[in-house]
Structures are given as C-alpha cells and as structure tokens.
C-alpha cells in the first residue's frame, strides 16, 4: 500500500516515462486534446482501475467512476448529477464510441445493498441512498437467490446491477439517439478479480459470457450470470 510519499516518487517516474521525449503522449494530447474513442463507467474500488485493468495509456479512455459502477435514469431535478454530465460530455461533446459499464467481483456498494455491509447501524447518508438506484437488481438476485450463500446472492446482484445500468444508460435521449443511429454501442462488463476473467453482457439474452482470462467456461456461481 502506497502512502503519499511514494505517490510523489511515482508522479517523477511518470513523468519521465511521458514527458522526457519530443513529441510525447501529452504533448500530442495537448495539441490535439482528447479523442477516446471508448467511455467506462467504472468503480471506485482501488482493486479495479480501469485503465489499468484493460493496459491502456493516457488519452485512451473517458472514465467515470463511482461506487458500484451505477448508471442513475436520466432525470432533470436540480440536483448535481456527476455521473450524468460525464455521460453527456463523452456521448455529445467527444462522441465516442463505446459505453462499457464495468462491474467486479466482491463489490463493496452491492454488499451495502444486499445489507452485507454497513457503517454500524445503517449504510450511511449517502451510500444508502446512492445504491438505491440497484434496487430493482437486488429485488432480482434475491426472488432467484436468496437461500443461496451470501457469495452466490452478491454475484448475481452484481450481473444484475450492470444490466440495470445498461437499461438507465437508454433513458438518456442523446444516448438513446445515438444507439438507434448506430453511432454507439453499449457494452457490460464483468471483471473477476477473483479469477482474472472478463465477462461480457449478451444484451439479447441478458447472460454474461467469458471474454478473455485464463480459463474458458462457466463463471463461478454460473446462476448468478443469468438474467434474473
């Protein structure tokens, strides 16, 4: 575990590797600005860094994250929505491509919603309600699961909490535009950090199925990969 020291050592070493060459990555990004061509909306959680996960440099990719990797339905209420502006500054503003919403394995914001976490007494004042919007994933997974272990009932609310995202993500009328236009694909994704597998989201059949690891097969806790 790093401390803020070695942050400080590691912001040196990045910046030889970036920025000691003529034409360097940023110089290029600064000339040109930034052209991703991909949006993730990811996690919070340290373990899963999308850029990391998916070896990417500088200019790659638009990320947001948040806990749980949510995508909130589009509403126009006054409140701040950082999520949202994120998602129409890439789809509007730098038109990319792709939206991968990226879940993971062990997630902490859905064993809050499966009440498998909590700050003592309750899940907090704004965790609890910012999980919320997974609701109706946590309704799924356990109608299906609920005398399962608790392991099998957090997967499956994990598949489902993606696949709710993907649905918030076409309540958005520039997002919905786009996809109808053939402009931008959506994309869930599913990274075992257990296992080191990537799954994917069949959105025609709403069941996750291996894209890339080590091993090609069923995922552990399969039940929980289908559409609840």
């Known amino acids: 575990m790093k401390d803020i ?41 340290s373990r899963v860094d999308p850029a990391i996960v998916f070896d990417c440099d500088p200019g790659d990719l638009f990320v947001v994250r948040n806990v749980a990797n949510l995508v909130p339905p589009c509403e126009a209420d006054g409140h701040y929505h950082g999520t949202s502006a994120a998602l129409e500054f890439a789809v509007r503003g730098i038109k990319v491509e792709h939206v991968v919403v990226m879940g993971h394995a062990r997630c902490g914001g859905i064993q809050a919603l499966l009440g498998q976490f909590s700050f003592g007494a309750d899940t907090g004042q704004f965790l609890g309600p910012w999980m919320s919007i997974a609701a109706q994933a946590r309704e799924q997974a356990t109608a299906r699961f609920g005398n399962q272990p608790p392991e099998v009932l957090r ?74």
């Open 5 to 45: 020291t070695e942050l400080i050592a590691g912001f040196a070493r990045f910046r030889g590797r970036y920025f000691s060459e003529n034409d360097s990555i940023y110089e290029r990004l600064t000339k040109n600005g930034q052209t991703p061509k991909v949006m993730v909306v990811g996690c919070c959680d």
């Open 155 to 228: 997967r499956a609310c994990e598949f489902a909490s993606i696949r709710i995202s993907l649905k918030n993500l076409m309540s958005f009328p520039f997002v919905d535009a786009a996809v109808k236009a053939g402009q931008i694909a959506l994309h869930g994704w599913y990274f075992d950090l257990e296992s080191g597998e990537l799954w994917g989201c069949n959105t025609e059949l709403g069941e996750f199925i291996q894209l890339a690891g080590a091993t090609m097969g069923t995922p552990p806790h399969a039940a929980g990969s289908q559409p609840a």
